[in-house]
């Protein structure tokens, strides 16, 4: 009798381990779930700091020769971008209301990225206060580019439409001192 308590003692132990083992797994892997898992700070990303600034495009090269092109301006402060499109056009690519004698302007609001030599912006086409735009003349949705960064310097920026190839000449207007709010 003897013997079969201690084959009942040790099999009663052996069950209590592996419980006690089982019960340690699930909590070490929520603890570390825990952690992967917390939210994200509810801030503004800080961008790239060479990045900060207004920016415009003065001049478009061999504007006189194109039929249509479009001028840049952007403000980018932290991770956010604000872009100024003013388009110039010979053809009439839109309905008579629209066209305004072939010259247009369009805005759009969104961040940006630098990964590499590469710009990515996405953002999305507002009204000329920055709110979104859900109708009206020429485009709106997205307005999603992706730019090779072909020159930086402190008061130039030089990028290529990996879309179209055409080269934006910016030069910087104002710097601009990223101060990140919350979302």
């Given amino acids: 009798m003897p013997q079969s308590k201690s084959k009942h003692?040790?099999?009663?132990?052996i069950k209590t381990s592996i419980g006690l083992r089982h019960l340690y797994i699930i909590l070490f892997t929520f603890s570390i779930l825990q952690l992967s898992?917390?939210?994200?700070p509810n801030i503004q990303g800080k961008g790239e700091e060479f990045m900060q600034g207004i920016w415009n495009e003065d001049s478009v090269a061999f504007s006189n020769k194109l039929s249509n092109y479009t001028q840049h301006h952007f403000k980018i402060t932290c991770d956010s971008i604000y872009i100024d499109l003013v388009t110039r056009s010979k053809l009439n690519l839109y309905e008579d209301s629209c066209y305004n004698n072939g010259?247009?302007?369009e805005y759009a609001k969104g961040v940006y990225a630098v990964k590499g030599d590469t710009l990515f912006v996405g953002a999305t086409f507002t009204h000329a206060n920055y709110?979104?735009?859900i109708s009206g003349c020429y485009r709106i949705g997205r307005y999603d580019k992706n730019f090779l960064i072909k020159k930086k310097s402190a008061d130039t920026l030089v990028l290529e439409s990996l879309s179209d190839q055409r080269e934006i000449k910016l030069s910087l207007k104002e710097k601009v001192t990223c101060v990140q709010k919350e979302l």
């Fill in 103 to 105: 010259i247009w302007k």
């Fill in 9 to 13: 003692f040790s099999l009663k132990t």
């Fill in 131 to 133: 709110k979104q735009k």
């Fill in 37 to 40: 898992c917390s939210p994200r």
